[in-house]
């Protein structure tokens, strides 16, 4: 079975730069599309990006694209999120999720199987 660890969150200023990962353990995992989600306090868990199962597909949330890049390393079993230009409304927690099929990307959360404890991202104005 895989699991997800994710790690890379802290408190940075606005316009400032993270990058989380997302590491699995367990079989399969190279084939699994991952996404990236977020929840701020008192609203609902929002998709923020998603990577399929060969890193060559990508889908972003209009609100970070440009500004976060997702990508992958098969051979490290890692999903990266680099964050750049950070805003104080992307303060949250962020989870990455796995989605065994692979294919076609998801922005909807319940189509994901594995998920990771969530790493906090705080950015301060």
């Known amino acids: 079975q895989v699991q997800l660890v994710e790690s890379g969150g802290g408190l940075v200023q606005a316009g400032g730069s993270l990058r989380l990962s997302c590491v699995a353990s367990g079989r399969g995992f190279s084939s699994y599309a991952v996404g990236w989600f977020r929840q701020a306090p008192g609203k609902e868990r929002e998709f923020v990006a998603a990577i399929s199962w060969s890193g060559n597909n990508f889908d972003y949330t209009d609100s970070v694209k440009g500004r976060f890049t997702i990508s992958r390393d098969l051979a490290k079993n890692t999903v990266y999120l680099q964050m750049n230009s950070l805003k104080p409304e992307d303060t949250a927690v962020y989870y990455c999720?796995?989605?065994?099929?692979?294919?076609?990307?998801?922005?909807?959360?319940?189509?994901?199987?594995?998920w990771g404890q969530g790493t906090q991202v705080t950015v301060s104005s």
């Open positions: 999720a796995g989605d065994r099929t692979g294919w076609p990307l998801s922005t909807f959360s319940i189509e994901y199987d594995v």
